[in-house]
């Protein structure tokens, strides 16, 4: 064996060692997905409880039939750019659905969401320019930011404090501002307070962008967090999301004002040098988006469902479809995991580094189909034999 390749594997062992020695490994299983949250897995069918088809539109009739169609008009791939010969006519019609739904003048859709949030800030920030970030922001904000080179500072989750401290003592030695936040967290399900955060981006010309991924089609009546603060929108200028969790497709995009958009298609690297989404997935896209502005009853459950649990569990009332279960320690979260799994609930640990260090948990997520007796067998068991876990 060359001496490189000797050096490169044995790089990777002693990683992959190291990982395994902090609960931090990771591996991939088989997982076959069908129709109200069944799960095919190691030769059984289980309950998910960790998806982010929120809506369970990825399989509903209408959605997968727009797919079909679009893949035999215009075969399984777009073939390059959107800025080449990648524009597949499709397109057109789910941007001007999302800007709608999400009261923007404008969309722009991407590869996927994190592909989005990777093209979006280098185009807008660089060197001489401030990001400040949640800390909880979900790590392809964080790459995006990273990317742009403009400096980048954290600031304490939903803490508009320590964000109005860091744009008093920071706003005025850079050009531009840049305040990012996910609209609904990932791995806690809390809201941004967007009122608050509006305001301050105001006050200090700062521009805000929230990742939506966990807003869109859920809160907000369907339309996402910005809505999810009374009657009108919150004014957020960038509303980035995906196509890819309550949608139940594939893809990500932007929402924010024309001028914007314009300029996106000429400056994000992840849009001009990378391959327009699949004819299918943009159909699918565009079907979800009619059921989602159109069926209010369905955008309602997932977040009821998660009520439904939190309650009989003895948690707090959610304010999204994810309810988190603290555990800590990374083996822990992987022994709740696997007892779950042995009732019949596939409910995946989430460990660090995706969540702090110590606060590796049990990520419940909540769709429209999911079954009231098993939401009520899931809470007691999680009440029983993990929250008030009797002392070993
Ligand atoms: C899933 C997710 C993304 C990435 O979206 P993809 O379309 O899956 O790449 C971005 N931000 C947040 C908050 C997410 O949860």
């Known amino acids: ?9 044995d ?4 990683k992959l060692d190291d990982l395994e020695a902090r609960g931090q490994r990771r591996s991939l299983t088989d997982t076959a ?19 982010n088809d929120y809506l369970n539109l990825s399989q509903h009739p209408a959605v997968k039939q727009a797919a079909a169609q679009a893949l035999e008009t215009y075969g399984a791939s777009s073939g390059a750019s959107r800025l080449v010969t990648g524009n597949n006519p499709l397109f057109g019609e789910l941007e001007a659905k999302l800007a709608r739904l999400k009261g923007a003048e404008a969309a722009l859709v991407f590869g996927t969401g994190y592909l989005a949030n990777t093209g979006i800030i280098p185009s807008l920030m660089r060197d001489g320019d ?19 080179g403009a400096r980048v500072q954290m600031f304490r989750h939903n803490d508009m404090d320590d964000l109005a401290a860091r744009l008093d003592e920071l706003r005025n030695t850079a050009r531009h501002a840049l305040i990012v936040t996910d609209g609904v967290f990932s791995m806690d399900g809390d809201l941004a307070p967007l009122p608050q955060m509006t305001a301050l981006a105001r006050a200090h010309d700062a521009w805000l962008m929230t990742d939506d ?3 869109l089609g859920v809160v907000g009546e369907g339309r996402g967090s910005s809505y999810a603060f009374g009657p009108g929108k919150m004014d957020v200028p960038l509303q980035m999301g995906t196509l890819s969790k309550a949608v139940g497709g594939f893809g990500g995009y932007l929402c924010a004002s024309q001028p914007v958009i314009d300029l996106l ?3 994000a690297r992840t849009l001009v040098y990378s391959t327009g989404l699949p004819p299918a997935s943009i159909a699918a896209a565009s079907a979800a988006l ?7 009853a369905l955008i309602e459950k997932p977040v009821a469902n998660a009520a439904q649990f939190c309650r009989e569990a003895g948690l707090p009332a959610p304010q999204s479809p994810i309810v988190p279960v603290l555990i800590g320690e990374e083996n822990a979260a992987l022994a709740a995991s696997a007892m779950l799994l042995d009732e019949g609930y596939l409910v995946t640990a989430i460990r660090p580094p995706t969540v702090p260090a110590g606060t590796a948990r049990l990520r419940i997520t909540f769709m429209a189909e999911h079954a009231p007796a098993d939401i009520s067998r899931l809470a007691v068991i999680v009440r029983d034999r993990i929250i ?5």
Do not use: N, W, Y
């Open 1 to 9: 064996m060359p001496r490189s390749t000797q050096s490169l594997d």
């Open 11 to 14: 790089f990777a062992r002693a």
């Open 33 to 51: 997905r069908g129709p109200a949250g069944v799960a095919h897995r190691d030769g059984r069918d289980v309950i998910s409880f960790c998806c």
């Open 130 to 148: 401030l990001i400040l970030a949640d800390e909880l922001s979900h790590a392809c904000l964080v790459s995006g930011a990273r990317l742009s």
């Open 213 to 215: 991924a966990h807003g």
């Open 265 to 267: 298609k000429s400056r």
């Open 290 to 296: 009619d059921i989602i502005e159109s069926d209010k």
């Open 388 to 392: 008030r876990r009797p002392a070993a």
